[in-house]
């Protein structure tokens, strides 16, 4: 008898992913409100080799049936949350180089070396209320996610030819925000919460393993001001610039929130001796890597490379024992591995 979890409807978990986030496969089943996250001591994995650069991520794994029986389960992979309240016009922005489309992260799966045909599903969350059919009835395409106000040019379009009076009712639940000093009659952005799942079903069968690989483009938070932690407007260095924390991690003044990469003298050394910094712009993507446990734990083997793309990009985050191993690769393994805390990546890295 196959152990089997099927699909009748999709239940969002989107409070465990943030706006760049993406995830590990993990196993999905049904719940009391539809599909939901699970866990299997049936199905180990056995190595993920994870592969993170600006452009790319390559996720690869092998798992092994370690019962004496076929296993048939639901593997689901979340995309990206895309939260648009947090998401503005002068940065930090993040960059969708697919956003008039559903799967816009150009999301494919692999098994065993065939490509694989996966099921979607999308949804739109204000707080914890789905308002996909509301939002659905309306004509609006809230499975679109788009930035700015050309890649956005679909759903844009559709907020602008709704009544005056729907946009201001749904203005007022929350639904979309005014932009600019015209306000219901001005640009309209949605507040919604973009969240996008995708599943297929899996047999693993006994004593042979499975491997499975996904692709896709990243969506990075991007930021151009970053040379503004040292330098003015003139490019002059700020005056009393001044490194705060210890040799291990430490940073400019008014910039906590690097802290989440462990940023050392080294990093700060290669940034200061760029003489054109303006030219460049940070990318942080974040990998949720404790959905790894959903699978029987630990990870067998588990190798994570970082690849910058040109030898002048420079990279940062915080995991022991990572070591450089060309001029634009570092790579780390650990065995018997069982993620407690997700993987947040800083590119420092130059226009083209």
Same mark, same amino acid.
Request: charged share 20%; net charge neutral.
């Given at each position: ?126 707080? +914890?209320?789905? /308002?996909?059919?509301? !939002?659905? =009835?309306? *004509?609006?395409?809230?499975? %679109?996610?788009?930035? $700015? ?13 709704? +009544?005056?009076? /729907?946009?201001?009712? !749904?203005? =007022?639940? *929350?639904?979309?925000?005014? %932009?600019?000093?015209? $306000? ?169």
């Amino acid at each position: 008898m196959y152990q089997i979890f099927k699909i009748l409807s999709f239940l969002l978990i989107s409070v465990l992913f943030c706006v760049n986030a993406t995830a590990d496969s993990t196993v999905v089943g049904l719940g009391a409100g539809g599909l939901e996250f699970r866990s299997t001591e049936s199905v180990s994995m056995i190595k993920e080799r994870l592969t993170i650069s600006p452009q790319k991520i390559d996720a690869q794994y092998i798992f092994k049936n370690i019962t004496d029986q076929p296993v048939e389960l639901m593997v689901a992979f979340p995309l990206p949350v895309i939260d648009f309240k947090h998401v503005g016009g002068h940065g930090p922005y993040i960059n969708i180089s697919n956003s008039n489309h559903e799967n816009y992260v150009d999301f494919k799966t692999i098994v065993d070396g065939q490509a694989v045909h996966t099921k979607v599903e999308s949804k739109a969350l204000l707080g +914890d209320k789905d /308002i996909s059919a509301e !939002l659905r =009835k309306l *004509g609006i395409s809230y499975w %679109i996610p788009g930035h $700015g106000p050309g890649d956005r040019e679909i759903v844009r379009m559709q907020l602008a030819q709704l +009544d005056r009076g /729907i946009r201001q009712r !749904l203005i =007022k639940a *929350g639904f979309i925000q005014a %932009i600019d000093d015209r $306000g219901v009659d001005g640009e309209l952005m949605p507040s919604w919460r973009l969240v996008t799942l995708y599943y297929w079903t899996q047999i693993f069968p006994v004593g042979k393993n499975v491997s499975i690989q996904h692709i896709y483009k990243p969506v990075p938070s991007l930021s151009e001001g970053f040379s503004a932690l040292l330098y003015d407007y003139q490019n002059k260095p700020l005056a009393g610039f001044v490194l705060g924390g210890t040799t291990e991690a430490r940073y400019p003044k008014d910039a906590d929130h690097l802290k989440q990469y462990c940023m050392t003298d080294g990093f700060w050394a290669e940034v200061k001796r760029k003489t054109n910094l303006s030219a460049f712009q940070s990318n942080e993507i974040n990998f949720i890597l404790k959905t790894a446990n959903a699978w029987h734990k630990p990870i067998g083997e588990f190798t994570l490379v970082l690849q910058t793309l040109k030898p002048e990009n420079l990279v940062s985050l915080c995991i022991d024992g990572i070591k450089q191993t060309s001029a634009t690769s570092f790579e780390v393994t650990k065995r018997n591995f069982a993620p407690d805390k997700d993987i947040k990546v800083f590119f420092l890295t130059k226009r083209d």
